[in-house]
Antibody, heavy 120, light 110 residues
Framework: QVQLVQSGAEVKKPGASVKVSCKAS????????VHWVRQAPGQGLEWMGI????????EYKQSFQGRITMTWDASTSTVYMELRSLTFEDTALYYC?????????????WGQGTLVTVSS | QSALTQPASVSGSPGQSITISCTGT?????????VSWYQRHPGKAPKVIIY???NRPSGVSDRFSGSKSGNTASLTISGLQAEDEADYFC??????????FGTGTDVTVL
């Protein structure tokens, strides 16, 4: 089974950007969809968007439109999620999640999570 | 899109069965058979235990089963074991082409 290995914890100031990486180990993302999900302290999980690795285009939850970008590097089988104009409310644990086959509609593998802390 | 509603906690004794509900709307749970369930132990990555309402991935114990009626999906754990103590959450695809998650349920084995 694939392992999704995410980059380490980040501390950012309000207004800054963060870029989190997610690398597939033991497999690739080719043919899969990759989602990003976050969980703020004491809150539930929130779906942020999806990148279609085969074509490289992405769709984002409306509330993140304009300040989020998901990209895919096929050469390293790594997916990236960049979130800009950070506020304190963006403090959360961010997960990358693989949907193994297109239109499975479920999440086959999860990364270990990357803690992003927004602090002045 | 509001979160799917789950009970905050459910408990049971070893060997018993427990059921966790996941209530949404006709825009998500009621509309599609794309409800999945995940188990998460503290500090670990979530693991899928049910997909497509009632399907178990390879390697998942048959003590876990799922069902759906109307806008409510359910996860049943039979023959409760100590290792089942974890956080469980559901998720559903929605008519907005997004996903919505459940509020999460802490399962305690007494």
């Amino acid at each position: 089974q694939v392992q999704l290995v995410q980059s380490g914890a980040e501390v950012k100031k309000p207004g800054a950007s963060v870029k989190v990486s997610c690398k597939a180990s033991g497999s690739t993302f080719t043919g899969s969809f990759v989602h990003w999900v976050r969980q703020a302290p004491g809150q539930g999980l929130e779906w942020m968007g999806i990148i279609y690795s085969s074509v490289g285009n992405a769709e984002y939850k409306q509330s993140f439109q304009g300040r989020i970008t998901m990209t895919w590097d096929a050469s390293t089988s790594t997916v990236y999620m960049e979130l800009r104009s950070l506020t304190f409310e963006d403090t959360a644990l961010y997960y990358c999640v693989r949907e193994l086959a297109p239109n499975d509609y479920w999440f086959e593998s999860w990364g270990q999570g990357t803690l992003v802390t927004v602090s002045s | 899109q509001s979160a799917l509603t789950q009970p905050a906690s459910v408990s049971g004794s070893p060997g018993q069965s427990i059921t966790i509900s996941c209530t949404g709307t006709y825009s998500d749970v009621g509309r599609y058979d794309y409800v999945s369930w995940y188990q998460r132990h503290p500090g670990k990555a979530p693991k899928v235990i049910i997909y497509g309402v009632s399907n178990r991935p390879s390697g998942v114990s048959d003590r876990f089963s799922g069902s759906k009626s109307g806008n409510t999906a359910s996860l049943t754990i039979s023959g409760l074991q100590a290792e089942d103590e974890a956080d469980y959450f559901c998720t559903s695809y929605t008519t907005s082409r997004t996903y919505v998650f459940g509020t999460g349920t802490d399962v305690t084995v007494l």
